[in-house]
């Protein structure tokens, strides 16, 4: 029981990525699966999700507008389509996925809600 994720990379100001979460061993149906960031320093956040059950979405402000979180149920495969990239983007992204009764309208939920967890991919910005 795994997530795969895939896409990171190094980019410009300005440039996009898309970044995929494949599940392994497991079906995403009544999960919420959530993408979380991590710099350097910072604490794990919480930038976007998406409910399975429902099919609602959440964005964090900093994200709002530039990214795009879709499903392919088919493939059991959550994307992150990130554009207009800054700078400040940079950082660790992991996907996460949970079972637990996450409420979008409110944002992610915190790490520890989360029960499986990709491994992480570098997303670096230059200005």
């Known amino acids: 029981v795994q997530l795969v994720e895939s896409g990171g990379g190094s980019v410009q100001a300005g440039e996009s990525l898309r970044l995929s979460c494949a599940a392994s061993?497991?079906?995403?149906?009544?999960?919420?699966i959530a993408w979380f960031r991590q710099a350097p320093g910072n604490e794990r956040e919480g930038i976007s999700g998406?409910?399975?059950?429902?099919?609602?979405?959440y964005y964090r402000d900093s994200v709002k507008g530039r990214f795009t979180i879709s499903s392919d149920n088919a493939k059991d495969t959550v994307y992150l389509q990130m554009n207009s990239l800054k700078s400040e983007d940079t950082a660790i992204y992991y996907c996460?996925?949970?079972?637990?009764?996450?409420?979008?309208?409110?944002?992610?939920?915190?790490?520890?809600?989360?029960?499986?967890w990709g491994q992480g991919t570098q997303v670096t910005v230059s200005a």
């Open positions: 061993g497991f079906t995403f149906a009544d999960y919420t």
């Open positions: 998406i409910s399975r059950i429902d099919g609602s979405t």
């Open positions: 996460a996925a949970t079972k637990a009764p996450i409420i979008l309208e409110y944002g992610t939920g915190f790490p520890y809600e989360y029960d499986h």
